[in-house]
């Protein structure tokens, strides 16, 4: 258990150093503009929802800042349900049109 609080710790540290360098948050800004730009293009030109977030997640696949990566993928479906936990209780919802889910890893 500690070795994993220890992982957790440094985690936690490296975003805590990227929030606080302004080269990151230049990266985040431009990640910001870049998806209104794309999301305003995809309206304008009127795209559908699966043309849509397939533009979108095509913007945001492959996104770095030295070790933090962005994998961004399609889910389509008639419905696509995901469970969780919430205050220790299963949980099932449909899986909204775009979804982000991050992940941190080493």
């Not at 805590?16 to 990151?24: K, L, P, Q, V």
Request: proline letters at 1%.
């Amino acid at each position: 258990m500690a070795a994993k609080n220890k992982k957790m710790h440094q985690l936690i540290n490296t975003l805590s150093n990227y929030n606080n360098r302004i080269d990151f948050r230049e990266f985040q800004n431009s990640i910001t503009e870049e998806s209104y730009e794309n999301l305003g293009l995809s309206y304008s030109n009127g795209y559908n929802e699966v043309k849509t977030v397939t533009e979108f997640c095509n913007l945001l696949n492959g996104k770095r800042f030295e070790k933090l990566r962005i994998y961004a993928k399609k889910i389509h479906g008639s419905k696509s349900y995901v469970q969780f936990k919430n205050k220790d209780k299963p949980v099932s919802t449909e899986l909204a049109d775009m979804v982000i889910i991050g992940c941190i890893s080493k």
